[in-house]
T-cell receptor, first 112, second 113 residues
Framework: DAKTTQPPSMDCAEGRAANLPCNHS???????VYWYRQIHSQGPQYIIH???NNETNEMASLIITEDRKSSTLILPHATLRDTAVYYC?????????????FGPGTSLSVIP | KAGVTQTPRYLIKTRGQQVTLSCSPI?????VSWYQQTPGQGLQFLFE???????NKGNFPGRFSGRQFSNSRSEMNVSTLELGDSALYLC????????????FGPGTRLTVT
């Protein structure tokens, strides 16, 4: 199974961009990178996903390096409500159906 | 469109008892996955159901079981509860297996005393 490595915690000033890195050096060619976040005591929330091209939606941007061994989630203007644990996940494609394996994630604190 | 719902939201059980948790996926979603979340172990995959069949299973003992009904609703059961089973149990649904994003419910907080 491909695994991801994320820093355990990060701080970001309110209004600034939050850049959350993720390493996935053993990713396979057909595996996607997904990002979720979990605000305290709530269920995880899907943010964005990508294969090899950069992606952007209303919540965030995802930058994937050309060799696909790492990626960065960018929250362009962090607010206090973005304080959460952010999970970077690589989809593990089995012989039939996918398993979704969560690592420990990065705890992002947005500071006023 | 209504989100994923889980019942009950909170539950207190005694060691040795059994418990059944329920999950209703988003309308049209056919895949339901279950996760256990504890402070020490984080989010751990329990199992995934699609079309009433278990498609994937995590590394949990046989005391943890589940099922899915024809309307895609799912239940998970834990028998012979242990103190270590105290956790937030999360259910997630998606359209089908494969490259679709999951949508999580609010979870059921189980406390075993």
């Amino acid at each position: 199974d491909a695994k991801t490595t994320q820093p355990p915690s990060m701080d970001c000033a309110e209004g600034r961009a939050a850049n959350l890195p993720c390493n996935h050096s053993t990713i396979s060619g057909n595996e996607y990178v997904y990002w979720y976040r979990q605000i305290h005591s709530q269920g995880p929330q899907y943010i964005i996903h990508g294969l090899k091209n950069n992606e952007t939606n209303e919540m965030a941007s995802l930058i994937i390096t050309e060799d696909r061994k790492s990626s960065t989630l960018i929250l362009p203007h962090a607010t206090l409500r973005d304080t959460a644990v952010y999970y970077c996940i690589v989809r593990v494609s089995g012989t039939s159906y996918d398993k979704v394996i969560f690592g420990p994630g990065t705890s992002l604190s947005v500071i006023p | 469109k209504a989100g994923v719902t889980q019942t009950p939201r909170y539950l207190i059980k005694t060691r040795g008892q059994q418990v059944t948790l329920s999950c209703s996926p988003i309308s049209g979603h056919r895949s339901v996955s279950w996760y256990q979340q504890t402070p020490g172990q984080g989010l751990q995959f329990l199992f995934e159901y699609f079309s009433e069949t278990q498609r994937n299973k995590g590394n949990f003992p046989g005391r943890f079981s589940g099922r899915q009904f024809s309307n895609s609703r799912s239940e998970m059961n834990v028998s012979t509860l242990e103190l270590g089973d105290s956790a937030l149990y999360l259910c997630a649904s998606r359209l089908g297996t494969g490259g679709y994003e999951q949508y999580f419910g609010p979870g059921t907080r189980l406390t075993v005393t």
